[in-house]
């Protein structure tokens, strides 16, 4: 048989399905995983369509790929792949990247505790996974530092009118939302439809009349909101859905006005809700923050440290949270297959664009 790609992959799920590819990718140049990133961006944004649009994918979808680091100190590099960005950091992915990495043997797994350093595209990230029986129990690791860059904003949001938003970088920059201003809805999968609508409009609104700008990537905008409420689980302190966009956004077109809610409780998002928090005078350091995701599960956060980037005060975090294996699969390309980027459908994708078929 002759395949155009085959790619080797382990699936992981927090909630949220996050693939790590662990194979059949070539070299990809750059002296840095950032630079790395860039360059897959530039030049084969076909894998990430391919491995995320259906049929191997579907809208709640993330996918990683473990390359070699270029830093020193790190064990293992990783590229974060989603629906519309290469993000430069996120918790689930990274929880995922660690369980794949210990679980299959690709690193050595010490029990209680194995540590070890990942080169995302933000840098280094330092990790302590808790493993036994040849398994990871959770994994905790220590984020790039987070801020808040809005506090108590009000925005204008075409059918919703005025909304109060926050603005925080976790390693993506949120617009958060408390649901309680909008009468009715829950956070509760039974809700989720309503849920990404929202989220939707609240995101755009932001990226239109909310400036932000991170000191070291310059160009990244608002990509990905949070709706934030109380739980009544005392296993929970808080609870909150974020929305990924699935495809573009038209104001004219109300069928784009929706996303992907994330299954699990997000690791970057608790990071940017416990700086806007921090920045409130709400969360003091080294208190744990039991944030839950839609389906019921937890990630831990923690603020260990106040610091600066560039100007900005910020804090840095810590987040605890388990991932698990559920298949061990080899995705290929056939040579005659004309969707060579997949594809979307407009039942479930935000925008259903097809791409054009490929002349050979």
Same mark, same amino acid.
């Given at each position: ?5 085959? +790619?080797? @992959? ?17 070299? /990809?140049?750059?002296?840095?995983? *950032? ?10 944004? &076909? ?10 994918? *579907? ?19 990783? +590229?974060?792949?989603? &629906?519309?960005?290469?993000? !430069? ?5 990274? /929880? %995922? ?10 690193? =050595?797994?010490?029990? =209680? ?41 009000? +925005? ?6 005025? !909304? ?34 929202? %989220?939707?409009? /609240?995101? &755009? ?11 070291? *990537?310059?160009?990244?905008? /608002?990509?990905?909101?949070?709706? %934030? ?16 966009? %699935? ?12 996303? @992907? ?22 969360? =003091? ?6 944030? &839950? ?25 810590? +987040? ?5 294996? *559920? ?34």
């Amino acid at each position: 048989m002759g395949f155009k790609r085959t +790619i080797h @992959a382990v699936d992981t799920h927090a909630g949220t399905p996050m693939r790590v590819i662990t194979g059949g990718v070539p070299h /990809i140049p750059g002296q840095t995983v *950032y630079e790395k990133m860039k360059w897959l961006e530039a030049n084969d944004d &076909q894998l990430r369509k391919l491995m995320l649009r259906e049929p191997r994918g *579907y809208p709640a979808h993330c996918c990683n790929i473990i390359v070699p680091p270029t830093h020193p100190e790190a064990d293992a590099g990783y +590229i974060i792949m989603e &629906q519309i960005e290469y993000p !430069v950091m996120s918790g689930g992915n990274t /929880i %995922s990247v660690v369980t794949v990495l210990l679980e299959m043997g690709m690193l =050595p797994m010490k029990e =209680p505790v194995t540590e070890l350093v990942l080169e995302a595209p933000a840098g280094l990230i330092r990790v302590k996974a808790e493993c036994g029986g040849g398994k990871v129990k959770n994994v905790t690791f220590r984020n790039v530092p987070a801020f808040a860059a809005h506090l108590d904003a009000v +925005i204008e949001v075409p059918n919703l009118g005025k !909304v109060t938003v926050d603005v925080g970088w976790g390693g993506m920059f949120y617009v958060i939302a408390d649901v309680r201003q909008f009468k009715g809805l829950e956070l509760i999968p039974q809700h989720g439809a309503e849920i990404a609508r929202v %989220s939707a409009m /609240i995101r &755009q609104a932001a990226i239109e009349q909310l400036p932000v700008a991170h000191p070291e *990537y310059p160009g990244i905008g /608002i990509t990905i909101s949070q709706l %934030s409420g109380p739980t009544d689980d005392p296993q929970a302190d808080w609870r909150n859905v974020v929305t990924m966009a %699935s495809g573009d956004f038209s104001w004219d077109d109300p069928a784009t006005w929706t996303g @992907a809610l994330d299954r699990c409780p997000c690791g970057t998002g608790t990071c940017a809700k416990m700086a806007v928090l921090h920045a409130k005078g709400e969360l =003091p350091l080294n208190r744990d923050f039991r944030h &839950q995701g839609i389906v019921g599960n937890v990630y831990t956060g923690r603020l260990v440290e106040e610091t600066t980037i560039g100007d900005r005060q910020a804090v840095v975090p810590t +987040i605890t949270g388990t991932s698990w294996i *559920y298949g061990l699969n080899t995705y290929v390309l056939d040579n005659d297959d004309p969707f060579t980027e997949g594809f979307t459908v407009g039942d479930i994708w935000a925008d259903a664009k097809r791409e054009p078929l490929s002349p050979d």
